[in-house]
């Protein structure tokens, strides 16, 4: 059965402090994603990667960084975290060349930014 | 710039009757578009795909239709059962810019009435 495994289902942290969220993923898929979800806004991009130390910037990736040095690791920085990040974060993986942009998800990280 | 538009925040069926989901998309150079299902505190998962060469796709009760000249995708679920009560997101990806790269629409929320 293949799985996007997110390390915290919810995290509770103070403005300024440095967020990790990671995320694993067994499917030997090349590209992985983060997004997040908020309410009346849908799934926002912020950072993708199609291959190992590759990265490239989605729609919404200020005050955000990425790590990818493995394959089936893609982990999401939040360098000082803010209140406005308050929000779901969705990884995400899917294989290349497939010609149809399925990705499989992880069950999302809850991060609240006090 | 929202390139993919649910404009229906929610809908609410009765048990039995038909669904209809409703996207809306600006980006000519989209070609292939999905639909996505999350429930809460989960990750969300793929419910079916239409190509831009296609007006139209079946998968039991899930059909998705295509109208490209009018930018226009919908998600017709017959009948509805209390199961699909979850929010619904479309999506959708061009070739120009990395099949892999899916923009969300920001979700409908069907809710199913027994």
């Known amino acids: 059965d293949v799985k996007v495994t997110q390390s915290s289902r919810y995290l509770v942290k103070r403005t300024g402090e440095k967020v990790f969220l990671e995320c694993v993923q067994d499917?030997?898929?090349?590209?992985m994603f983060w997004y997040r979800q908020d309410p009346g806004l849908g799934l926002r991009l912020i950072y993708f990667?199609?291959?190992?130390?590759?990265?490239e910037k989605g729609d919404i990736p200020e005050g955000y960084s990425v790590s990818r040095e493995k394959k089936e690791r893609f982990s999401l920085i939040l360098e000082s975290a803010s209140t406005n990040q308050t929000s779901m974060y969705l990884c995400?993986?899917?294989?290349?060349?497939?010609?149809?942009?399925?990705?499989?998800f992880g069950e999302g990280s809850r991060l609240t930014v006090l | 710039d929202q390139q993919v538009k649910q404009n229906s925040p929610s809908l609410s069926v009765q048990e039995g009757r038909i669904s209809i989901l409703n996207c809306d998309y600006t980006?000519?150079?989209?070609?292939?578009f999905l639909w996505y299902k999350k429930y809460p505190a989960e990750g969300p998962t793929f419910l079916i795909s239409?190509?831009?060469?296609?007006d139209k796709n079946e998968d039991g009760r899930f059909t998705v239709f295509l109208n490209k000249s009018a930018k226009h995708l919908s998600l017709h679920i017959v009948p509805s059962q209390p199961g699909d009560s979850a929010v619904y997101f479309c999506?959708?990806?061009?070739?120009?810019?990395?099949?892999?790269?899916?923009?969300f629409g920001t979700g409908t929320r069907l809710t199913i009435i027994p």
């Open positions: 239409i190509s831009s060469i296609k």
């Open positions: 499917m030997d898929h090349e590209n």
């Open positions: 990667s199609y291959d190992v130390k590759m990265k």
């Open positions: 995400a993986s899917s294989t290349s060349g497939a010609g149809t942009g399925e990705l499989f």
């Open positions: 980006n000519s150079m989209f070609d292939y």
């Open positions: 999506a959708a990806s061009g070739t120009n810019f990395g099949n892999e790269k899916l923009t």
